[in-house]
């Protein structure tokens, strides 16, 4: 691949790519290694994150299609084949629209459960042609391919198509597919007549139609292991892949999750779920609920940390590199370093940042010269900005690299003039947030916002140049965070006295990143202003539904305590911050810091946003 274009940026929405094309611009993560081992998986994640491409990446075809240099790698570890499960198809709008409304529960949810164990069947099948499929591309490595004369396929298709109670025109895989997809129209038309029949004596008809009422583990388990012995393999396994388990009614969660610790022991379970969901029930107050750690293992696809997510923004930058037809470049020697975490010097040199003439140390003694208050802070710590050239190494160290990052909001912001409350600069924050180390964090390592903003730099920079200016910088960065806050306008709220009062998504987010830099840039220094913040009890409902959707859009990340517990069924006693996405807008030092509670910085009437509060860096930006 020559070029990067929108196809390339599309296949992190891989929704509805074909595995091969995801397989083409796949970087592995940590995140990847965690999923694809021989247990139970939930994936947990905002959208962007990776989950569908995660999943549909353990498909034998786009395993297969996968060219990387750890190709192989995970070609031996993936010791399964894995049947991916769309949501857009499985559930929601389809099943919702049986029998036009009209239908009684019970009917309803009978015909919702045959189209869906038809949907997991019909996609088994598809697996399961890949897998005997006697075409080889010279250009892929056969991944879990098996033989199947053609006597074994058609005795299997009989036996299948028995036990399936389907009957497809020929015994062959491909005619079963196609019989699959008949009865799927058969369901949907038997819901359609019942909307016009006494839902009573509509009950008694479905009652005699025994592929209504097939249980999709169980009619999987049944093919996977007649597949296995007319393919020789005897004890192989099988992994059921399930997409956006949130949008799925409460009854296929339950029937996941009961299978998480019933199910054949030939067959894996691995789901992708976002952060929270009105109707998850992933952690459950019942004996049925899986144990973290030994029914399932549970993958987090963020990263609290931003240092934890540097590894898979480097890769992903080289990948995009040699896709893109330029020469390897380290992302630092193109992007620059970041503002808040400077390039040390070369080995030759006796001082470090923090040292005697140290990019650090000059920006101490500029904000110093300026803000008394950090003035202060430093002459009680026992290091006054006049010795801070002659301090010990562990002295200065211990109290530099621990404050570094609000210096570095302070220093760039605060204008220069002395007192104990600084005034700011009126100016735009336009190099503060560039860097290579800068833009991993702002991008959270998600894959889609990673590709979105360095395509778009590539794009804008000729080969030769090697270095891209840190304004074309600066202007991407915050025209992507500005797209994002368009999205989250468009995110539905409930109308509520609290949406209007906090403007919308964006109008809370925007509350707390003002009081946030008020806290880190404006007061007296403070070296560990709070920077997240715990959804207390006082929080309204209407304030936590906004929440929910900003968790899940990717725009508050949750701060896990227990590692265990990363799909949620509520936010209230949770810690969460705000993405580095948005710290370009609201002027945030790139860390974590300490926590305080949401009903504190919303009942903070500094809270609300007033002219030149934050440097222009609102300029342009609508309220919902």
């Given at each position: 691949?020559?070029?990067?274009?929108?196809?390339?940026?599309?296949?992190?929405?891989?929704?509805?790519?074909?595995?091969?094309?995801?397989?083409?611009?796949?970087?592995?993560?940590?995140?990847?290694?965690?999923?694809?081992?021989?247990?139970?998986?939930?994936?947990?994640?905002?959208?962007?994150?990776?989950?569908?491409?995660?999943?549909?990446?353990?498909?034998?075809?786009?395993?297969?299609?996968?060219?990387?240099?750890?190709?192989?790698?995970?070609?031996?570890?993936?010791?399964?084949?894995?049947?991916?499960?769309?949501?857009?198809?499985?559930?929601?709008?389809?099943?919702?629209?049986?029998?036009?409304?009209?239908?009684?529960?019970?009917?309803?949810?009978?015909?919702?459960?045959?189209?869906?164990?038809?949907?997991?069947?019909?996609?088994?099948?598809?697996?399961?042609?890949?897998?005997?499929?006697?075409?080889?591309?010279?250009?892929?490595?056969?991944?879990?391919?098996?033989?199947?004369?053609?006597?074994?396929?058609?005795?299997?298709?009989?036996?299948?198509?028995?036990?399936?109670?389907?009957?497809?025109?020929?015994?062959?895989?491909?005619?079963?597919?196609?019989?699959?997809?008949?009865?799927?129209?058969?369901?949907?038309?038997?819901?359609?007549?019942?909307?016009?029949?006494?839902?009573?004596?509509?009950?008694?008809?479905?009652?005699?139609?025994?592929?209504?009422?097939?249980?999709?583990?169980?009619?999987?388990?049944?093919?996977?292991?007649?597949?296995?012995?007319?393919?020789?393999?005897?004890?192989?396994?099988?992994?059921?892949?399930?997409?956006e388990l949130e949008t799925?009614?409460?009854?296929?969660?339950?029937?996941?999750?009961?299978?998480?610790?019933?199910?054949?022991?030939?067959?894996?379970?691995?789901?992708?779920?976002?952060?929270?969901?009105?109707?998850?029930?992933?952690?459950l107050e019942t004996s049925?609920?899986?144990?973290?750690?030994?029914?399932?293992?549970?993958?987090?696809?963020?990263?609290?940390?931003?240092?934890?997510?540097?590894?898979?923004?480097?890769?992903?930058?080289?990948?995009?590199?040699?896709?893109?037809?330029?020469?390897?470049?380290?992302?630092?020697?193109?992007?620059?370093?970041?503002?808040?975490?400077?390039?040390?010097?070369?080995?030759?040199?006796?001082?470090?940042?923090?040292?005697?003439?140290?990019?650090?140390?000059?920006?101490?003694?500029?904000?110093?010269?300026?803000?008394?208050?950090?003035?202060?802070?430093?002459?009680?710590?026992?290091?006054?900005?006049?010795?801070?050239?002659?301090?010990?190494?562990?002295?200065?160290?211990?109290?530099?690299?621990?404050?570094?990052?609000?210096?570095?909001?302070?220093?760039?912001?605060?204008?220069?003039?002395?007192?104990?409350?600084?005034?700011?600069?009126?100016?735009?924050?336009?190099?503060?947030?560039?860097?290579?180390?800068?833009?991993?964090?702002?991008?959270?390592?998600?894959?889609?916002?990673?590709?979105?903003?360095?395509?778009?730099?590539?794009?804008?920079?000729?080969?030769?140049?090697?270095?891209?200016?840190?304004?074309?910088?600066?202007?991407?960065?915050?025209?992507?965070?500005?797209?994002?806050?368009?999205?989250?306008?468009?995110?539905?709220?409930?109308?509520?006295?609290?949406?209007?009062?906090?403007?919308?998504?964006?109008?809370?987010?925007?509350?707390?990143?003002?009081?946030?830099?008020?806290?880190?840039?404006?007061?007296?220094?403070?070296?560990?202003?709070?920077?997240?913040?715990?959804?207390?009890?006082?929080?309204?409902?209407?304030?936590?539904?906004?929440?929910?959707?900003?968790?899940?859009?990717?725009?508050?990340?949750?701060?896990?305590?227990?590692?265990?517990?990363?799909?949620?069924?509520?936010?209230?006693?949770?810690?969460?911050?705000?993405?580095?996405?948005?710290?370009?807008?609201?002027?945030?030092?790139?860390?974590?810091?300490?926590?305080?509670s949401l009903s504190t910085?919303?009942?903070?009437?500094?809270?609300?946003?007033?002219?030149?509060?934050?440097?222009?860096?609102?300029?342009?930006?609508?309220?919902?």
């Amino acid at each position: 691949m020559s070029d990067i274009d929108s196809t390339y940026i599309e296949s992190f929405n891989a929704r509805h790519l074909d595995p091969a094309a995801v397989a083409k611009s796949f970087v592995p993560s940590v995140h990847f290694d965690q999923l694809c081992g021989n247990h139970h998986s939930v994936l947990v994640g905002p959208r962007g994150s990776g989950k569908t491409t995660l999943l549909k990446m353990l498909q034998p075809k786009a395993i297969e299609a996968w060219d990387h240099p750890q190709a192989q790698k995970y070609r031996r570890k993936v010791s399964y084949s894995g049947v991916f499960i769309p949501a857009d198809i499985s559930w929601g709008a389809q099943i919702e629209a049986l029998g036009y409304g009209e239908l009684s529960l019970e009917n309803h949810r009978t015909l919702s459960i045959a189209a869906f164990t038809t949907h997991v069947l019909r996609a088994l099948i598809e697996t399961m042609l890949v897998r005997v499929a006697r075409n080889r591309d010279s250009e892929h490595r056969p991944f879990r391919r098996v033989k199947l004369n053609n006597d074994d396929e058609s005795n299997f298709v009989l036996e299948v198509s028995n036990a399936w109670k389907i009957n497809p025109t020929i015994p062959s895989l491909l005619s079963l597919k196609h019989a699959l997809r008949a009865r799927l129209s058969d369901i949907r038309l038997l819901g359609n007549q019942g909307a016009l029949e006494d839902q009573n004596l509509f009950k008694n008809e479905l009652k005699q139609k025994d592929f209504l009422h097939l249980h999709f583990i169980d009619a999987v388990s049944a093919a996977i292991e007649l597949f296995n012995d007319y393919a020789g393999e005897g004890e192989a396994k099988w992994a059921l892949l399930f997409d956006e388990l949130e949008t799925a009614p409460g009854w296929i969660q339950d029937e996941l999750i009961r299978a998480l610790r019933s199910v054949d022991e030939k067959l894996l379970i691995k789901l992708a779920i976002s952060p929270i969901s009105s109707n998850a029930r992933l952690i459950l107050e019942t004996s049925l609920s899986p144990a973290p750690g030994q029914d399932l293992r549970q993958v987090r696809l963020w990263y609290p940390e931003k240092t934890s997510g540097y590894a898979f923004c480097k890769d992903l930058w080289d990948f995009m590199l040699t896709a893109k037809g330029f020469s390897p470049i380290d992302p630092e020697k193109a992007l620059g370093t970041s503002y808040f975490d400077p390039e040390r010097e070369s080995k030759g040199q006796k001082s470090t940042v923090y040292g005697p003439s140290g990019a650090w140390t000059e920006r101490f003694k500029s904000l110093a010269a300026r803000d008394r208050s950090f003035h202060t802070f430093l002459r009680i710590k026992g290091l006054p900005i006049e010795q801070i050239d002659t301090a010990s190494v562990p002295m200065r160290d211990k109290i530099t690299r621990k404050v570094a990052p609000i210096v570095a909001v302070r220093e760039y912001f605060l204008a220069n003039d002395i007192g104990e409350t600084p005034a700011q600069r009126s100016r735009k924050a336009e190099t503060l947030y560039t860097g290579a180390k800068s833009l991993f964090a702002i991008t959270e390592a998600n894959p889609r916002w990673f590709i979105g903003i360095v395509e778009k730099l590539l794009s804008e920079t000729p080969e030769h140049a090697r270095v891209i200016p840190r304004p074309i910088q600066a202007a991407e960065i915050e025209a992507t965070s500005q797209r994002f806050l368009a999205m989250l306008r468009t995110s539905p709220v409930k109308l509520s006295a609290q949406a209007m009062q906090h403007n919308g998504i964006v109008g809370l987010l925007e509350r707390i990143g003002t009081y946030f830099y008020r806290r880190a840039v404006l007061e007296k220094f403070n070296p560990e202003p709070p920077m997240s913040f715990i959804v207390d009890d006082a929080v309204d409902e209407p304030t936590l539904s906004m929440l929910e959707t900003a968790l899940n859009r990717g725009a508050i990340l949750y701060i896990p305590h227990d590692e265990s517990e990363l799909a949620l069924t509520s936010l209230r006693g949770k810690r969460f911050r705000l993405s580095y996405m948005l710290a370009s807008t609201y002027g945030l030092p790139l860390r974590l810091g300490k926590a305080t509670s949401l009903s504190t910085i919303l009942a903070n009437p500094d809270g609300e946003r007033k002219q030149g509060t934050i440097p222009s860096l609102f300029d342009g930006m609508q309220n919902d």
